[in-house]
């Protein structure tokens, strides 16, 4: 049988294992289910990385890199105005 499974990151994990949890507590209260299983399981740990911004000098040279592709505004609209990777494509909360 061939599986289907894919390996999250941690993060990922995390938030699975949050909702899960609150829908089997949501199922408890309600009497649906005897116990909640999800709260017995210790979240897995997530390992925060440096973040190692564009140098000066590094800019016009990714710049120069996008500068004839469909992306290229993006990349100049989303490194002069320092934003994130959400708020670049529109993913920020309204």
Known sequence: MVSSRRDLSPRTAQLVRAVLRRALNQALRWGLVARNVAALVDAPRVVRRDVQPFTVEEIP?????????????????????RLRQGEALGFGKM
């Open 61 to 81: 040279k990714l710049l120069g890199a996008f500068d004839e592709t469909r992306l290229g505004p993006l990349y100049l609209l989303t490194l002069t105005h």
